[in-house]
């Protein structure tokens, strides 16, 4: 079976510092790899995704990245966080090349910047 | 533009039925998902409607009609358990989700 291992589950950190988020997923070849953000109290916003290693497409302008150094594993980083990075950060995968809407999403990650 | 709209918190008892509303706009559509979210947890997949029509998984069920751009979440039997937030979602390429709608039960 699949399953989507995301680390660590929460963080605090001072803002101007670095961030590296990890999620990789096991039982499966090739998957769909998103990054999403929640605010509190808020929507799902969709932030990157990958069809495959190397291949990512960002959705919102910030100050994060993403990486895909491996078919199952993605890394969400930013060089200097802001107080507005704040939030609940979600990766998920669905099968590629899959018509379904079926997302497996992480437990998360909590980030608060101080 | 694409966008997806639907209540931000619906009150129901426990034992009654809810029904939550969702709109959406967009240029093309590859069908409408549901999810749910409990506090402090991952979404996780309720349903999807990839035609016009109504979907039924168990207490949930969920319908769709393309041509009025719009959908619904059906819950029967509300339980304390349901109190969650739910999010309608369709795809384009990737997953866009709306903003969610607190479901609150009581007893």
């Known amino acids: 079976s699949q399953t989507i291992h995301q680390w660590p589950a929460t963080l605090v950190q001072p803002v101007g510092s670095p961030l590296s988020l990890e999620c990789t997923v096991e039982g499966t070849s090739n998957p769909n790899l998103y990054w999403y953000r929640q605010a509190a109290g808020r929507g799902l916003q969709l932030l990157f995704y990958?069809?495959?290693?190397?291949?990512i497409s960002s959705e919102v302008p910030q100050n994060l990245s993403a990486s895909r150094p491996q078919d199952r594993q993605f890394i969400l980083s930013s060089k200097k966080l802001l107080l507005s990075d704040s939030g609940f950060y979600l990766c998920?995968?669905?099968?590629?090349?899959?018509?379904?809407?079926?997302?497996?999403f992480g437990a998360g990650s909590r980030l608060t910047v101080l | 533009g694409q966008s997806l709209e639907q209540p931000s918190e619906v009150t129901a008892v426990e034992g009654a039925i809810v029904q939550i509303n969702c709109t959406y706009q967009t240029s093309g559509f590859y069908g409408l998902s549901w999810y749910q979210q409990h506090d402090g947890g991952a979404p996780t997949f309720l349903s999807y409607?990839?035609?016009?029509g109504l979907e039924e998984t168990g207490r949930f069920s969920s319908f769709l009609s393309r041509s009025d751009s719009y959908g619904y979440l059906l819950l029967q039997e509300l339980q304390m358990k349901d109190s969650a937030s739910y999010f309608c979602a369709y795809k384009r390429g990737k997953l866009i989700f709306g903003q969610g709608t607190e479901l609150s039960v009581k007893p």
């Open positions: 990958s069809v495959g290693i190397g291949q």
């Open positions: 998920a995968w669905r099968k590629g090349r899959s018509g379904a809407n079926v997302l497996t």
């Open positions: 409607n990839a035609l016009d």
